[in-house]
């Protein structure tokens, strides 16, 4: 669709997910387990094609930080997995378990086969924290940096599983 290989349409997920400290090129190539040089390249047709915008740092210019355009934000609302998460969706209750029952172990062996890394929400992270109480604020403990609602929602590189 759009003419978008398999491995751009998953970059074009994986910055739709990702929070601001994992938009950059080295957060896709570690998300999807390849060469920077690979995820560079894709970076590269995706940006012209008009869905990816590359923004340097302004506080350090050698990062550059990765945002989907307008146009990609469109093209994702029909992308072709969400077929597959609608007939998931139809799924009754016993197939729905039957499914999912194996799947987080699946996963958890394909990751060691590949010397992968689990990526998960901030707010399932050790470094997650809420601040105060009532109207609670969130930082990430480990890049002393304040967490929106919507960051604590989104996937990070950084990620490492509560305890």
Same mark, same amino acid.
Request: hydrophobic letters at 30%; one cysteine or more; glycine letters at 4%.
């Given at each position: 669709m759009k003419g978008l290989k398999p491995n751009h349409w998953e970059v074009l997920r994986f910055l739709a997910r990702a929070n601001r400290? !994992?938009? !950059? &090129?080295?957060? @896709?190539?570690? #998300?999807?387990?390849?060469?920077k040089g690979t995820v560079s390249q894709g970076l590269n047709a995706l940006e012209h094609k008009g869905f @990816?915008?590359? /923004?340097?740092? &302004?506080?350090?210019r050698r990062n550059v930080h990765l945002a989907l355009t307008d146009l990609a934000v469109n093209l994702l609302q029909s992308d072709p997995i969400n077929a597959i998460l609608g007939s998931v969706s139809d799924l009754n209750t016993e197939s729905l378990h039957a499914l999912t029952g194996g799947l987080p172990s699946i996963l958890i062996n394909m990751l060691d086969r590949r010397g992968g890394r689990a990526f998960g929400q901030?707010?399932?992270?050790? #470094?997650?924290?809420? /601040?105060g109480s009532v109207g609670a604020s969130y930082r990430c403990a480990?890049?002393? /940096?304040?967490? !929106?609602?919507?960051d604590s929602e989104q996937i990070c590189v950084e990620h490492e599983v509560a305890a």
């Open positions: 400290f !994992s938009r !950059s &090129p080295s957060g @896709v190539a570690i #998300y999807l387990g390849t060469t @990816v915008r590359k /923004e340097t740092d &302004p506080a350090d901030c707010k399932t992270c050790r #470094y997650f924290r809420i /601040e480990l890049l002393d /940096e304040h967490l !929106s609602i919507n």
